[in-house]
C-alpha cells in the first residue's frame, strides 16, 4: 500500500512562513488531483488547496492570496508554500492525492502551529 510521507511542518511566528512536501513511497497512476487538507482541534476537516492534473488551482478563501499549491509532476510530489501565516492557521495538515479507481490517499498528517 503506497504511503504519503509529509514533511515541513512547525512552529512559526505570526507573520512567517513554512513550506510543506509531500511524497508517495510508490507509484501512483493516474493521478486526478492533488492537494492538502487541514484540522484544527475540534473542528472538522476541511480543504486548503488543490491542484488538478492539468495544473488548475482551489484555494480556501481563507488562504488565498497566502498559500501557494504546486507539484512535481515526474516525481508526484506536492507542495504547499504558506506565507504571512496567522494563528488560525494552527491546524494538523495533511497531504492527499485522488487516483480513479481507488478511495484516494492520505499523509499521517503534519502539525502546523501559528504563535501571535
Known amino acids: 500500500q503506497v504511503q504519503l510521507v509529509e514533511s515541513g511542518g512547525g512552529l512559526v511566528q505570526r507573520g512567517g512562513s513554512l513550506k510543506l512536501s509531500c511524497a508517495p513511497s510508490?507509484?501512483?497512476?493516474?493521478?486526478?488531483?492533488m492537494g492538502w487538507y487541514r484540522q484544527a482541534p475540534g473542528q472538522q476537516r476541511e480543504l486548503v488547496a488543490t491542484?488538478?492534473?492539468?495544473?488548475?488551482?482551489n484555494y480556501a478563501d481563507s488562504v488565498k492570496g497566502r498559500f501557494s499549491v504546486s507539484r512535481d509532476v515526474a516525481l508526484s510530489q506536492v507542495y504547499l508554500q504558506m506565507n504571512s501565516l496567522k494563528p488560525e492557521d494552527t491546524a494538523v495538515y495533511y497531504c492527499?492525492?485522488?487516483?480513479?479507481?481507488?478511495?484516494?490517499?492520505w499523509g499521517q498528517g503534519t502539525q502546523v502551529t501559528v504563535s501571535s
Open positions: 492527499n492525492i485522488q487516483s480513479p479507481g481507488t478511495s484516494g490517499y
Open positions: 510508490g507509484t501512483i497512476w493516474p493521478i486526478v488531483s
Open positions: 491542484i488538478d492534473s492539468i495544473g488548475n488551482t
